[in-house]
């Protein structure tokens, strides 16, 4: 069995912001020399997620809107005693937090829209995403 | 390391339908001769999910009824210009788009109501559902 | 390869608990001998979730507010005929249900706040959380 470990780091400029990293998870997907396997791309940190979905941002933008309609950045949390991310917490848990990509002959096994981003919904601060790779 | 993948091919006659699909898995899983390791089952459309949930049409809807609640599905949405299917794209993260599920002595290591559903929310149309089985 | 197999179990005394399961899950890692893989966690039953969170009371009590105020448990369903438990099967979904933890090095490969909770949406009876790490 092979695998490989990269961190992505970003600090974004925005408290929320959405970043496409297709490109990356592919960089390490080959770097890694596995031809079947799975690639695990996963947030370190609790306010932000990774998801599949399309690249068009007009939908990112409905997105955050709809994020933002159900669970209201400013609302009232008990957990907003000296801090104001808890709706970050749960947005990161609505969209699902965490991807696993098939690796089918050495590459991503994406249908024609598929594409990995990063969702940071706590930012202006160093934030990781771990890529791990494991396969034949 | 053993693998195998296939791709299973949907053409629903709804534009919202669930599909259960665990029949089809574990006919891959058998097939793949992996007695421990993991199956990705992950749509390859941006507009579709695969869960894990109880096979009971009274709450099959309850789930189309309660995304449909929570994000219309004829809402207003910037991606629905020439498009409108927004909604779809979002319901499919609300959900969690994709499962993972144990492979234990050759057999899917599933709980006493667990099934796989595919959730088609743009459907009319060719769709693929890939399952990627990993182990030994 | 190798592979572990554990089941965890649970029988909470409230109907809706959030239990901190990372030091079963790390124990389990660290009894594989795996150095490189992933850890599924996956609860075996329809109507709970593992996810990784912040373990802060506050938020979880907002977690259970929020899905409270978007989904409500005593609300109507088509599947609460004889059954209680509708709100449990979509809470899960919404949370997203199971986690693929990475392991590194022989450890879980963590950001500083990450913590594995299972989420009980329907106890006061016996269920399992399979733990299933496989690597090398």
Not at 63 to 71: G, H, Q, T
Not at 78 to 101: F, M, P, S, Y
Not at 124 to 135: A, N, Q, S, Y
């Amino acid at each position: 069995m092979k695998s490989k470990t990269e961190y992505l780091r970003f600090c974004t400029k925005k408290k929320i912001e959405f970043i496409r990293i297709t490109e990356d998870v592919k960089r390490v997907v080959h770097e890694s020399g596995v031809m079947e396997g799975l690639a695990l791309v996963n947030p370190m940190h609790i306010t932000a997620a990774v998801i599949v979905n399309d690249d068009e941002p007009g939908l990112i933008q409905d997105f955050i809107d709809n994020l933002e309609r159900l669970v209201p950045y400013k609302g009232k949390y008990r957990h907003n005693v000296g801090e104001d991310n808890a709706a970050a917490h749960i947005w990161r848990q609505l969209l699902a937090h965490q991807v696993v990509l098939p690796i089918t002959k050495g590459e991503l096994d994406f249908g024609p829209w598929e594409q990995v981003f990063y969702c940071e919904f706590d930012g202006c601060r160093e934030k990781r995403v771990l890529v791990k790779v494991i396969g034949e």
